[in-house]
């Protein structure tokens, strides 16, 4: 199996304002911006990783409120702390209501070279109701400029299933979006985040989700039309004109690749542990500044057994699927016995494909991913009966 270079991503823990059905981490006082960057400079350096990396992926947050100083700042620290590739993908996401032609540029200048805009819906009610600090033009302007400023790879965030959402407005924000020929397109379902805003007003009867049934419709609805009109889907939410085109970064998390992950909130991965930061700013500052220790909240071990978990809930998430020979010499077991009888009865059911190279869910299969992936990871509920080596 070949080695993949590393990845880093940057949490930037800043928003003009919370949208009400984001869980991210941010907060809205920019008054820790100054010593949150300082904390982030010094955490590369107190993060020796010695693999190399081939993207860096700035997303938060809202990367695009900082300053293009900020941008080289953290570029500069990165690239003394890592060893960053030649032709890394070097992406920042961008929220429409902080951007400007000038400030566009100087991010591409400064070294980044893909771009990923939160659009979420080109229609000003959609935004209204995602309580997005944008408009519509917004979204069309920041789009415009982005590619003035140079960006060749660009990405475009979008959001389906709002309540009262029909397949008819959903795609006319598709084909509006297709119109800019990015090179990249997410499709996200707006899904409710318990103790979101929206979730409380959810479950106080304020409005009423979109119904199974029109959600999964809705989802077919964009694979069919995004592959018809040439962005092939190769994630559940991701879509590219090519596979060059595909998120290199992003991709990682679903391949098992090692991660580096900076800033508060954070994941890192480093192939059999997981660890992530304190989703606390003030005490992310707290730590590397005042007491001089990494910010790291939690730390797992993972056992085989969730290793296949995750390699089983990550793949089938993907178009192309789990690749069975990885898998096996892996974790030294045979995906096809371990799971012939559950993989059996899905594949007679048309919600998977099997090969014997390749195990993969069908689009009316990856409607069911997470009662799928549990199906099979039940498979293995007593894992000494099924491991050989264990
Ligand atoms: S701008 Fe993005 S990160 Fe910030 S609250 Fe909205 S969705 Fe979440």
């Known amino acids: 199996m070949k080695t993949e270079p590393s990845g880093i991503y940057i949490h930037i823990p800043f928003c003009i304002r919370k949208c009400p059905y984001c869980d991210f981490y941010s907060v809205t006082d920019f008054s820790l911006k100054p010593p949150f960057l300082k904390a982030l400079m010094r955490e590369m350096r107190m993060v020796c990783n010695v693999p190399r990396f081939n993207t860096l992926y700035i997303g938060g947050g809202t990367p695009s409120v900082l300053d293009v100083e900020d941008i080289r700042q953290i570029m500069e620290a990165a690239r003394r702390s890592y060893n960053i590739l030649p032709e890394s993908e070097i992406t920042i996401e961008a929220n429409p209501g902080t951007v400007n032609p000038e400030k566009l540029r100087d991010y591409h200048c400064a070294g980044v070279n893909r771009i990923n805009i939160g659009v979420q819906s080109l229609q000003d009610a959609n935004l209204t109701f995602l ?35 029909t ?35 959810r479950r106080r009867g304020i409005f009423r989700p979109l119904n199974e049934h029109s959600a999964a419709s809705l989802f077919k609805t964009t694979t069919e039309f ?42 890192s991965f480093t192939g059999d542990e997981r660890y992530w930061n304190h989703r606390s700013v003030k005490r992310y500052i707290q730590d590397i500044i005042d007491e001089q220790r990494l910010p790291i909240a939690e730390r797992e071990l993972l056992t085989k057994e969730q290793r296949m978990t995750e390699a089983i809930y990550l793949g089938l998430r993907k ?45 009316s299969g990856m409607v069911f991913l997470d009662s799928i992936a549990s199906a099979l990871v039940s498979g293995f509920d007593d894992p000494l009966s099924l491991l050989p080596d264990c």
């Open 131 to 165: 309580g997005r600090i944008h408009s519509a033009r917004d979204a069309v302007l920041a789009i415009r400029w982005a590619r003035k400023a140079g960006f060749d790879n660009m990405g475009l965030d979008l959001i389906y299933g709002i309540p009262g959402q």
């Open 167 to 201: 397949k008819k407005s959903w795609l006319l924000d598709l084909q509006n979006a297709i119109e800019f020929e990015p090179e990249h397109l997410s499709c996200y379902m707006l899904t409710f985040e318990p103790d979101t805003p929206m979730d409380r007003d």
């Open 226 to 267: 995004l592959n018809d009109s040439g962005y092939a889907q190769y994630e559940i939410s991701n879509f590219a004109r090519s596979e060059s085109e595909r998120s290199r970064h992003n991709q990682k998390y679903w391949s098992d690749v090692p991660y580096t992950g900076l800033g508060p909130s954070a994941h």
């Open 319 to 363: 178009t192309e699927g789990i690749s069975v020979d990885d898998f096996d010499e892996k974790f030294g077991v045979s995906f096809n016995r371990m799971f012939r009888e559950t993989i059996k009865s899905l594949e007679e059911e048309g919600f998977m494909k099997v090969s014997q190279k390749r195990c993969s869910l069908t689009l």
